[in-house]
Nanobody, 115 residues
Framework: QVQLVEAGGGLVQPGRSLRLSCVASRSIFSFSNMGWYRQAPGKERELVASITSAGSTYYGDSVKGRLTIPIGNAKNTGYLQMSSPKPEDTAAYYC?????????WGQGTQVTVSS
């Protein structure tokens, strides 16, 4: 079993940086893929960024250049770095992991970008 717990959301002003974290109950390097999704009110959940176990990354067109997955040494924690967030980045952000055929989700953390 794997559990994921997101943290770091909150209210942030446009242009101010924010880092989300996803703490896993086992090493994130055991995941074939780790991703961040978001869902705004009235919209479908969308993939914004992901990284494979080989280190390949994907970023959605709407977030390229602003959201990144920093590569760190933390064994059980993944991150999403939000640089220069915009009001349209306001959403609930969810961590996702692909592990031995299982699709695991965290409970989500709300990010509100507003002045």
């Amino acid at each position: 079993q794997v559990q994921l717990v997101e943290a770091g959301g909150g209210l942030v002003q446009p242009g101010r940086s924010l880092r989300l974290s996803c703490v896993a109950s086992r090493s994130i390097f055991s995941f074939s893929n780790m991703g961040w999704y978001r869902q705004a009110p009235g919209k479908e959940r969308e993939l914004v960024a992901s990284i494979t176990s080989a280190g390949s990354t994907y970023y959605g067109d709407s977030v390229k250049g602003r959201l990144t997955i920093p590569i760190g040494n933390a064994k059980n924690t993944g991150y999403l770095q939000m640089s220069s967030p915009k009001p349209e980045d306001t959403a609930a952000y969810y961590c996702n992991a692909k592990w031995l055929g299982h699709n695991v989700w965290g409970q989500g953390t709300q990010v509100t970008v507003s002045s």
